[in-house]
Antibody, heavy 121, light 108 residues
Framework: EVQLVESGGGSVRPGRSLRLSCTAS????????LTWVRQTPGKGLQWVGF??????????EYAASVKGRFTISRDDSKGIAFLQMNSLKTEDTALYYC????????????WGQGTLVTVSS | SFVLTQPPSVSVAPGKTARVTCGGN??????VHWYQQKAGQAPVVVIS???DRPSGMSERFSGSNSGNTATLTISRVEAGDEADYYC???????????FGGGTKLTVL
């Protein structure tokens, strides 16, 4: 069974940092693009960024709203993806989901249950 | 960047057909994926590549895509279909994914 489990969420002050983890199981982790999507309470889905498989360079892409502040990485040996969030803003408050896809034009097949990040003074 | 437009809400009586639209410039040449998100749960794919149903997904869910509009159709609507529905494509100019704003389906 495919599983994605996010962790690391919590409450932080603006300007601080937080690192989220996405622990995967039940599939060949290295073959997939790992994507972070966030959802503000009561609002829609917003793509945050993704990391390609190492076989495709392990390169990353980010939404304009987080570029330069957020960094995605992966450890294929452990089946974990990370989202390092620096210089957090109140507008980064959201439920953060980890999801997998084969790549461009493919759907986000499986999702975790999300981890909540609250940025507040 | 590519913009997807969905109606904020759709209401339908049980047993009737619900149609959720997703508008975008020449969206017909893109692959559209649809997600269902029930209250307090993570999204789930209900239709991929415009018309494909994932294994186990009810045949009551179907999709179409042409011109500037993609449509998710839910036949014989049940109370359990009440959820938010999101369309999604990949923006070919950036290779970034784009989500529609979501449509809340209410079963009357």
């Amino acid at each position: 069974e495919v599983q994605l489990v996010e962790s690391g969420g919590g409450s932080v002050r603006p300007g601080r940092s937080l690192r989220l983890s996405c622990t995967a199981s039940g599939f060949t982790f290295a073959d997939y693009v790992l994507t972070w999507v966030r959802q503000t309470p009561g609002k829609g889905l917003q793509w945050v960024g993704f990391i390609r498989p190492i076989a495709y360079g392990g390169t990353t892409e980010y939404a304009a709203s987080v570029k330069g502040r957020f960094t995605i990485s992966r450890d294929d040996s452990k089946g974990i993806a990370f989202l390092q969030m620096n210089s957090l803003k109140t507008e980064d408050t959201a439920l953060y989901y980890c999801t997998r896809t084969y790549g461009v034009n493919s759907p986000f097949e499986s999702w975790g249950q999300g981890t909540l990040v609250t940025v507040s003074s | 960047s590519f913009v997807l437009t969905q109606p904020p809400s759709v209401s339908v009586a049980p047993g009737k057909t619900a149609r959720v639209t997703c508008g975008g410039n020449d969206i017909g040449i893109k692959s559209v994926h649809w997600y269902q998100q029930k209250a307090g749960q993570a999204p789930v794919v209900v239709i991929s590549y415009d018309t494909d149903r994932p294994s186990g997904m009810s045949e009551r869910f179907s999709g179409s895509n042409s011109g500037n509009t993609a449509t998710l159709t839910i036949s014989r609507v049940e109370a359990g279909d009440e959820a938010d529905y999101y369309c999604q494509v990949w923006d070919s100019s950036s290779d970034h994914p784009v989500f529609g704003g979501g449509t809340k389906l209410t079963v009357l």
